[in-house]
């Protein structure tokens, strides 16, 4: 008998909902957070992951998957994407992150959890394939110091024109990931990727993990990197 796999492949499209409760957040100026996939730590949470999904998916499509490497002092934040006409898809209505005005909302997401009580140097930013790129493209840009970006399976938007990193987030802690049988975006992307990073933050913070025939999707190994990723750069205080 076929067994269930610790961590279920992720697609961008057609994913299964997860039924993990969403729980509403307190601000409704910060239109994301209000309908999020919100998992509380089990104890006294003193640091947040931020995880954003990729297109056509919803936040339940990992919170599933990141509640299970979830330290107990750690909230989980996995916000929608608005849905909005995808012109790869003939203009079909899906969830989708960009434009990159996105990312303002990201921030305004990070700015919430410092007022109530989460510093954003205990925020990890994170997301797959196009909410990877926009979790990348938000950390280099965002004023605030942040404790670490997980990017899977995406690429740096307007990597040719971007800007510096924040002073702030020179040395951001960045853990990338790409299946080298990744058909939609090639790993060679991610590993391009991986070399411009090193020219906008310090070279020594940039790690990129590729994975033996794994396509645009996860795999346990990976969200094992993911998990000790957490661990080590939102420790317990």
């Known amino acids: 008998m076929q067994t269930t796999p610790e961590v279920p492949p992720r697609c961008e499209l057609g994913q299964r909902a997860h039924l993990?409760?969403?729980?509403c957040g307190n601000n409704m100026s910060v239109p994301l957070l209000a309908e999020a996939v919100t998992i509380s730590g089990k104890e006294k949470e003193t640091a947040a992951v931020i995880f954003?999904?990729?297109?056509?998916?919803?936040?339940?499509?990992?919170?599933?998957?990141?509640?299970r490497i979830q330290?107990?002092?750690?909230?989980?934040?996995?916000?929608?994407?608005?849905i909005i006409p995808v012109?790869?898809?003939?203009?079909?209505?899906?969830?989708?992150?960009?434009?990159?005005?996105?990312a303002e909302n990201i921030k305004a997401i990070i700015e919430h959890e410092a007022r109530n009580g989460?510093?954003?140097?205990?925020?990890?930013l994170g997301g797959f394939s196009q909410g990877g790129a926009?979790?990348?493209?938000?950390?280099?840009?965002?004023?605030?110091?942040?404790?670490?970006?997980?990017?899977?399976?995406?690429?740096?938007?307007?990597?040719?024109?971007?800007?510096?990193?924040s002073g702030c987030n020179k040395n951001l802690p960045i853990l990338q990931c790409h299946g080298d049988m990744d058909a939609m975006i090639p790993r060679q992307f991610g590993a391009m990727t991986a070399e411009k990073l090193k020219s906008i933050v310090n070279?020594?913070?940039?790690?990129?993990?590729?994975y033996p025939g794994l396509p645009h999707s996860s795999c346990p190994e990976e969200m094992a990197a993911v998990k000790e990723f957490i661990e080590k750069h939102l420790p317990r205080v």
């Open 134 to 165: 926009l979790s990348m493209y938000t950390a280099l840009t965002c004023q605030h110091p942040l404790a670490g970006v997980v990017a899977l399976s995406c690429w740096l938007p307007l990597h040719k024109s971007f800007p510096s990193a």
């Open 203 to 210: 070279p020594q913070m940039v790690t990129f993990k590729s």
């Open 52 to 67: 954003l999904h990729g297109l056509g998916d919803t936040g339940h499509g990992w919170a599933e998957s990141l509640a």
């Open 20 to 23: 993990l409760q969403c729980m």
């Open 118 to 124: 989460i510093p954003s140097n205990r925020i990890i």
């Open 87 to 102: 012109t790869l898809n003939m203009r079909s209505m899906l969830p989708a992150w960009f434009d990159l005005m996105a």
């Open 71 to 82: 330290p107990s002092h750690v909230k989980i934040i996995c916000p929608h994407a608005p």
